[in-house]
């Protein structure tokens, strides 16, 4: 079983940063896709990241060149800096990881951006 937990949200003025960090345990694989996505009140939710094992990532077109995705291999972690915050980043940031034909999800996490 694998085990997924994010940490770091909160509330934060336009313009501001936050990072947010994931934490993987159990049975977890050399090979896998470390990503964030997010859902925002009333919305679907959105893939915003995403990072191979080989460190090869992905962004959303709204958030390039403002979130950055990275992890640590060793430590089954995986980070989203982000920069240069906007309202509409205003949502629930989820954190998962794809192996093996499994999807692992995360609570979630609140990131708040006031206007």
């Known amino acids: 079983q694998v085990q997924v937990a994010e940490s770091g949200g909160g509330l934060v003025q336009a313009g501001g940063s936050l990072r947010l960090s994931c934490a993987a345990s159990?049975?977890?694989?050399?090979?896998?896709?470390m990503s964030w996505y997010r859902q925002a009140p009333g919305k679907q939710r959105e893939s915003v990241a995403h990072?191979?094992?080989?460190?090869?990532?992905n962004y959303a077109d709204s958030v390039k060149g403002r979130f950055t995705i990275s992890r640590d291999n060793g430590k089954n972690a995986v980070d989203l800096q982000m920069n240069s915050l906007k309202p509409e980043d205003t949502a629930v940031y989820y954190c998962r990881i794809y192996q093996g034909g499994w999807t692992y999800w995360g609570q979630g996490t609140q990131v708040t951006v006031s206007s």
């Open positions: 990072i191979g094992s080989g460190g090869d990532t």
């Open positions: 159990g049975s977890i694989f050399s090979l896998n896709v």
